[in-house]
């Protein structure tokens, strides 16, 4: 079975300051892992994966994100954050045990960004 | 060309109304979803497509029809649904290797089951 987990339903930050949105996972094989964002009324929007290599994963408008294999965690981070970044952010996980998995998502955490 | 396009954009129905939902991409993907979303919660998969054929089925109500008539198109014909079937459905595609393909969304049609 694979879940995924974000134990934040809502991170506040104020503009120009790093942000961090965290997740955890947890699969039985290797875990490929998404990050998404939903800006209201839109659909999911894909901003960066991990599925091998390098543990630092760059991604669309800024956004990284760091896997740690030790602690199961794929964190969203972003230096300096823009009021714009507002949104719901989905993290999620599809285990990479072999045949087809379905994607999990995780319940959202809510960005504001505060001018 | 990243695009996954959803017709209508809005739908308003009653429980005995018959409508459709379409979803088109043109990326070359063989696989493609539907997934019904309501607010503030993450996605739920519906359906998936694989190579024009469906292959998931997450016990979903009889009153959603899936159908997809070539590897473009995804459509979800909707018949005597329930006011709590209101929802976002969101349509997406990707490779059908079920691993670490991306899935992209189309934008979603916001369906209100009166």
């Known amino acids: 079975a694979q879940s995924v987990a974000q134990p934040e339903d809502q991170v506040n930050v104020a503009e120009g300051n790093p942000l961090t949105v965290k997740c955890t996972y947890s699969v039985s094989g290797n875990p490929y892992l998404f990050w998404y964002v939903q800006y209201p009324n839109r659909g999911l929007q894909f901003l960066l994966k991990?599925?091998?290599?390098?543990?630092l994963v760059k991604g669309s408008y800024g956004f990284e994100a760091e896997f740690n294999k030790s602690q199961t965690s794929f964190h969203l981070k972003k230096p300096s954050a823009l009021v714009s970044d507002s949104a719901l952010y989905f993290c999620a996980v599809r285990d990479g045990s072999g045949g087809y998995q379905k994607v999990t998502f995780g319940t959202g955490t809510k960005l504001q960004v505060i001018p | 060309d990243t695009e996954v396009t959803q017709t209508p954009k809005h739908l308003v129905m009653g429980m005995t109304n018959k409508k459709s939902l379409k979803c088109e991409q043109h990326m070359g993907h063989r696989a493609m979803y539907w997934y019904k979303q309501k607010a503030k919660k993450p996605p739920e998969l519906m359906f998936v497509y694989s190579y024009e054929k469906l292959s998931i089925n997450e016990s979903v109500p009889s009153r959603f029809s899936p159908e997809c008539p070539n590897s473009s198109l995804l459509n979800l014909h909707l018949h005597a649904l329930q006011p709590e079937d209101s929802a976002l459905y969101l349509c997406?595609?990707?490779?059908?290797?079920?691993?670490?393909?991306?899935?992209?969304f189309g934008p979603g049609t916001r369906l209100l089951v009166l």
């Open positions: 997406a595609s990707s490779q059908p290797y079920g691993g670490g393909e991306t899935q992209y």
């Open positions: 991990y599925i091998t290599g390098d543990n």
